[in-house]
């Protein structure tokens, strides 16, 4: 009885631990159900920040990939900075807005003209090659902490013509937002 239950406690610990982790495949369950009586069971993934042009602003993009119940991103906070808000872009214009959806059996994805986590006043600027430490804060499945790393100005993933980045360089992502307009 009493090995059980060390290594009940034991596993227990671990997985609290592992849960603790960030990285680009930290992932999170809540005992928190949605209508349906599912738990949501997120996975963040891909997650980059352009490198800034100044230290006033930058953005960060990921992806939370949900194969249980319905959830929603409810805040972003980091030690880069004291105003780290969501915004979604319609056509030319960023608004801010106080949660994202993360459907359940689906994805909420965060990219360079879309939904985005943003970064005002900033402490400093990170360079390309650092690592960011945020900490999503997701309505039933509590807080998850990413470690994003930072990549040049003109990165995009997913562009194999340009090993990752950009063809055009003058756009930088949505460390620049001179061309939206904030609601």
């Known amino acids: 009885m009493r090995r059980t239950l060390t290594a009940t406690a034991l596993a227990a610990v671990c997985a609290l631990g592992l849960a603790g982790c960030g990285g680009s495949g930290t992932s999170a369950t ?29 953005g960060a993009f990921l992806t939370v990939e949900n194969t249980g119940g319905a959830d929603k991103l409810t805040s972003v906070t980091s030690d880069l900075s004291d105003d780290v808000s969501l915004h979604t872009t319609k056509g030319n214009a960023m608004e801010h807005v106080s949660s994202l959806p993360v459907p359940a059996g ?7 003209g879309g939904d ?24 039933k499945a509590g807080a998850i902490t990413v470690e994003v790393p930072v990549k040049s100005a003109t990165y995009r993933p997913g562009t194999a013509a340009t090993g990752g980045h950009d063809a055009d360089s003058g756009h930088s992502g949505h460390a620049d937002h001179s061309g939206h307009v904030h609601k």
Not at 33 to 40: E, H, I, T
Not at 106 to 112: D, F, H, Q
Not at 122 to 134: F, I, S
């Open 30 to 58: 809540s005992g928190k159900s949605d209508a349906a009586g599912r738990a949501p069971h997120l996975k963040v993934s891909g997650a980059y920040m352009p490198q800034p042009v100044t230290d006033k602003m930058a």
């Open 106 to 112: 689906g994805a909420l994805k965060l990219a360079s």
């Open 116 to 139: 985005h986590v943003m970064f005002m006043g900033l402490k400093h600027k990170p360079a390309e090659g650092e690592k960011v430490t945020v900490e999503l804060h997701f309505a």
